[in-house]
């Protein structure tokens, strides 16, 4: 940790998996008491969780670009090109302070800070949450001082189109202070699950949750079979009624299944946790990991390069989680293991311990600590 206050300036958008890691470490910035600033698109989720955060906020007008229209590449340059002499600009004149140290956490919008940024001389880093590197990355990857991974996949093709001298270092995906403080205690209390009980959360993530609701509604009766098993399912904002609706549950059912679009409280509920059935998101791996929780990951099959499943190898190689490909999981294996790990506290125990032994709470920290070494 260093004495010297630093300004920070962070780009991070589009998608929660971007932003909340990128929220994570501006947490574990502002509390050693450095400045963070931070750029996106105002009409995008980072527009609105970034000043909920209390950070401050800079707009970065930037268009993507289609690959199958290829003529959509040429205004895109022209308003990235744009967007960056406007930062350059606006660093030396004072109307945004000027950082010491830049950070993209992966999205298109990162170009104009990082272009900037390079261009004033100052230190450059990244951070790739997933693994399979996004094209924004391996454009920025030459300008970088600093790589960091969130999952350890991404190391060789990060390497390709790193400079020489850039320095590439598995930090893990940092997760929100908001998450690392769950409670066991509060989280049952609020779903009103007894402390003895046995409870299973699922959650699909953003990038689908359909078959896993269908596989669910198919297990109904014999997981309710077991005795003391509350589950709580989150089935995504788009799948709620569906899932309902083939659910059915009576209304002695719905007292030990509870069903929700989405979960607010995150911390607090995968913490009550005893066994978790996920996509496997970056974040949400990264999520799981921190506090610990036995996990069952089923990888959404459409990601790009099917990085869920690489990203579900943090923890299946420790020993913390087990893994089915979403087309396994209509088939018997599936169940019986679902069943065993729900009746096998000590199995549950084992997987707990090798998830603690990742230390991924501690990610935030190291990369603000890495951050800290390039200022």
Same mark, same amino acid.
């Given at each position: 940790?260093? @004495? ?102 992966? /999205? ?22 997933? !693994? ?6 391996? &454009?920025? /990857?030459?300008? /970088? ?75 109904? @009766? ?55 059935? !996920?996509? /496997? ?54 169940? &019986? ?27 935030? @920290? ?10």
């Amino acid at each position: 940790m260093t @004495d010297k206050k630093l300004t920070v300036a962070i780009a991070a958008g589009g998608t929660a998996g971007h932003v909340n890691p990128a929220l994570a470490l501006a947490d574990a910035l502002r509390d050693r008491g450095h400045e963070v600033h931070f750029f996106g698109e105002t009409r995008r989720l980072e527009g609105t969780l970034v000043p909920q955060a209390g950070f401050p906020f800079h707009p970065i007008h930037v268009t993507g670009f289609d690959r199958q229209r290829p003529w959509t590449l040429v205004p895109a340059l022209v308003r990235l090109a744009k967007e960056e002499r406007r930062l350059v600009r606006e660093f030396k004149n004072g109307s945004i302070p000027m950082p010491d140290v830049a950070i993209g956490f992966g /999205a298109y919008l990162e170009l104009p800070l990082v272009r900037a940024a390079a261009k004033l001389g100052i230190p450059v880093a990244l951070h790739e949450q997933n !693994s399979v590197s996004g094209l924004a990355n391996k &454009q920025s /990857a030459k300008l /970088a001082s600093l790589i960091a991974m969130g999952q350890p996949g991404a190391e060789d093709v990060l390497r390709s189109h790193a400079g020489a001298n850039t320095r590439i270092e598995f930090t893990g995906n940092p997760v929100r202070t908001s998450v690392l403080n769950g409670n066991r205690a509060q989280g049952r209390a609020a779903l009103g699950i007894p402390e003895d009980a046995t409870m299973l959360l699922v959650f699909g993530g953003s990038l689908g949750a359909k078959h896993l609701n269908e596989r669910l509604a198919t297990l109904k @009766d014999e997981l309710l079979g077991v005795e003391g098993l509350h589950v709580v399912h989150s089935t995504g904002k788009g799948g709620y009624e569906d899932a309902c609706a083939a659910l059915n549950l009576t209304e002695d059912e719905a007292k030990r299944w509870r069903v929700c679009d989405y979960i607010d409280n995150m911390g607090d509920v995968l913490s009550a946790a005893d066994l978790v059935l !996920s996509r /496997a998101g970056a974040s949400s791996v990264a999520e799981i990991a921190a506090l610990a929780v036995p996990a069952v990951l089923v990888p959404y099959p459409f990601a790009t390069a099917d990085h869920q499943t690489t990203n579900a190898r943090l923890l299946t190689d420790a020993g913390a989680a087990v893994v089915f490909a979403d087309a396994d999981i209509d088939d018997d294996d599936f169940k &019986q293991e679902l069943m065993d790990l729900l009746q096998n506290p000590a199995r549950r125990a084992a997987m707990h311990e090798a998830a603690r032994g990742l230390a991924q709470d501690k990610a935030a @920290d190291r990369l603000a600590d890495l951050l800290e070494g390039l200022a």
